[in-house]
């Protein structure tokens, strides 16, 4: 019997623990397994290549993705790794205009050392993706929403045009989880989360996942996951596995408060510029609704040029100025000097990470006293003069 999401998130991955009838999948907190005799092992040997609580958080997220195969990794910057791992000197990327900080500095500061190079190309525009895939590129890596300003690429236009060429289309899906949009449905070759956000939920835990359906690919990525070595630990396993059962309940609860929010910065008179695929005047408004269950809990803002955005984050209360998202908290971050810090400053300013641009990860608090901050903050951080 196939189950719904809300189901697959607490029943989904492996169900309890078969052994002692558990209702939670055990902690395997151990390094190493006996072996009945040599090449005889009841299916484990080492934890670095394989453990049952990784096992479990790896199936679990493969399951939420409608995919058949799962790896989970210690960050999602690992599994970010662990994936360009597969390419070779003289590989190139086409890569999303606006994506993480920490994938640009990977990709800009590691892997071009090694003769993998990329294009930056804004991936809403069909057009010019088409354009950018040239001979020597490998894959088309995207993130939709795209961080931090929300760009909504089309994934199913972008799977076809890279399909058609005979690449591959990477997809990073943390921003709006499984819960909300599935990409391996609509065409994606392997999807990426950092599963530090949404997934685990709770701000407590480290982790990233990667998940596909093609069998030779994923035998390449578990040969590169146990040769890196950038895998996750039993007890994180466990943590993410806890904190996916209420993925659906906190999402709901994120969706519904950035819409607010959005709605009423809109109207605010406090910014010049909203950036939220859940707004009917947002560009990529038609998009995500058609891929998506959902527009996230993601918005970014400009404040009106009349505020100090350094006054705005101190005189925050509720509101946390803090690096990373997708916590039950509410958090706000300067994109510019904190998580897109590593992005050169002509190229921030090109795709419009300008340092009046604010990131706000909406929580699951009320949503009313969320506004209030926000309007006492904006309100608090007046340049002088004006």
């Not at 578990?222 to 209420?246: C, E, F, H």
């Not at 993601?298 to 009349?306: G, N, P, Q, T, W």
Request: charged letters at 25%; a negative charge.
């Amino acid at each position: 019997m196939g189950m719904k999401i809300d189901s697959l998130l607490i029943h989904g991955g492996t169900d309890g623990d078969v052994t002692t009838g558990a209702v939670n999948v055990p902690v395997y907190q151990t390094s190493t397994y006996r072996q009945d005799g040599l090449g005889e092992n009841r299916g484990w040997e080492y934890s670095r290549t394989g453990n049952p609580t990784r096992a479990a958080a790896e199936k679990l997220v493969a399951d939420l993705e409608q995919g058949k195969y799962g790896l989970a990794f210690a960050s999602g910057l690992a599994a970010i790794n662990t994936v360009l791992s597969l390419f070779e000197t003289g590989d190139k990327l086409v890569v999303s205009d606006n994506i993480y900080g920490g994938t640009f500095r990977i990709l800009d500061n590691v892997f071009n050392r090694f003769g993998i190079t990329y294009t930056i190309v804004d991936t809403s525009d069909l057009s010019k993706v088409e354009a950018a895939i040239d001979d020597d590129v490998r894959a088309v890596y995207v993130e939709s929403p795209a961080n931090p300003l929300l760009t909504v690429t089309d994934i199913e236009k972008v799977a076809e045009t890279a399909h058609r060429k005979g690449k591959l289309l990477i997809v990073d899906n943390t921003f709006l989880t499984p819960y909300l949009q599935r990409p391996l449905t609509l065409g994606a070759d392997i999807v990426i989360h950092s599963g530090t956000k949404y997934l685990g939920g709770h701000s407590d835990v480290i982790s990233g996942f990667v998940i596909l359906n093609d069998k030779e690919l994923a035998d390449r990525l578990y040969y590169l996951q146990n040769a890196i070595g950038g895998v996750l630990a039993p007890w994180d396993s466990y943590l993410v596995i806890r904190g996916i059962k209420t993925l659906g309940v906190r999402m709901d609860r994120h969706v519904e408060n950035a819409g607010r929010i959005a709605e009423w910065l809109l109207q605010s008179g406090y910014v010049s510029r909203v950036y939220y695929p859940g707004l009917k005047s947002d560009p990529g408004y038609e998009v995500q609704k058609k891929q998506a269950d959902g527009a996230g809990a993601m918005i970014s803002f400009v404040l009106d040029e009349k505020y100090d955005h350094r006054k705005f984050f101190r005189n925050l209360r509720i509101i946390t100025l803090a690096e990373s998202l997708g916590g039950v908290e509410s958090l706000v971050c300067h994109p510019a000097s904190m998580t897109h810090a590593a992005i050169p400053p002509e190229i921030r300013k090109e795709v419009g990470i300008v340092d009046e641009l604010i990131r706000l990860s909406v929580g699951i608090e009320d949503a009313g006293d969320l506004i209030d901050d926000l309007k006492q903050a904006v309100e608090n951080s007046v340049k002088e003069g004006k």
